[in-house]
């Protein structure tokens, strides 16, 4: 199954740029990679995803490694409503079609 | 925010009774999925389904099973509680496309199994 890797933890000063590492070194060539957060108390939501190309939406920007063997989430500027715990993850032929979610990465924000 | 519900969102049983768990969608997407969150083990895919009556096995599905009779509820059933399946159930749709999908959660369901 697809793994990724993250780290556990990170923390962030509000108002500040915030970068969000993942590994996903067993991505095939079709493979979109998919960031999800996760708010205290609520279910995951979408955050963005992309395939080759950097990607930018209303919520965040993706970095995508040029191997596509590792991406970045980037927040702008971090928020006290940004904590959450951001999951990266990858979807297609090599994860025979589901969503396979790690652990994640605990993001703190500090005022 | 994508039109889905769970039902219920608290409950506590005993050991050993049947529990069911419902999704309703009214988005009309096909596919519909069934999680639980555990601390130390993220989320992990129970089962889903993708048409109604057509329904597959995730990598945590022994014990639960699922139905599906209509496009808009996933059920999703303990047949026998037990203590192990105490957790919060995520109940997820997609709409996808061959290569890519984006999932959408509901607000889960806290089940306590004592």
């Known amino acids: 199954d697809a793994k990724t890797t993250q780290p556990n933890s990170m923390e962030s000063n509000e108002e500040e740029p915030v970068h969000l590492p993942c590994n996903h070194s067993?991505?095939?060539?079709?493979?979109?990679i998919h960031w999800y957060r996760q708010l205290p108390s609520q279910g995951p939501e979408y955050v963005i995803h992309?395939?080759?190309s950097n990607v930018n939406n209303r919520m965040a920007s993706l970095a995508i490694a040029e191997d596509r063997k590792s991406s970045t989430l980037i927040l702008h500027r971090a928020t006290l409503r940004d904590a959450a715990v951001y999951y990266c993850?990858?979807?297609?032929?090599?994860?025979?079609?589901?969503?396979?979610f790690g652990q994640g990465t605990t993001l703190q924000v500090k005022p | 925010d994508a039109g889905i519900t769970q039902s219920p969102r608290h409950k506590v049983t005993e050991t050993g009774t049947p529990v069911t768990l419902r999704c309703h969608q009214t988005?009309?997407?096909?596919?519909m999925y069934w999680y639980r969150q555990d601390p130390g083990h993220g989320l992990r895919l129970i089962h889903y389904?993708?048409?109604?009556?057509?329904?597959d096995k995730g990598e945590v599905s022994d014990g639960y099973s699922v139905s599906r009779s209509k496009t808009e509820d996933f059920l999703l059933t303990l047949e026998s509680a037990t203590s192990s399946q105490t957790s919060v159930y995520f109940c997820?749709?997609?709409?996808?496309?061959?290569?890519?999908?984006?999932?959408?959660f509901g607000p889960g369901t806290r089940l306590l199994v004592l």
């Open positions: 993850t990858h979807y297609g032929s090599s994860n025979t079609g589901k969503l396979i």
């Open positions: 997820a749709i997609s709409d996808r496309d061959r290569y890519q999908e984006t999932q959408y």
């Open positions: 992309g395939l080759t």
């Open positions: 067993t991505i095939s060539g079709t493979d979109y």
């Open positions: 389904s993708y048409g109604v009556k057509d329904t």
């Open positions: 988005e009309n997407h096909r596919y």
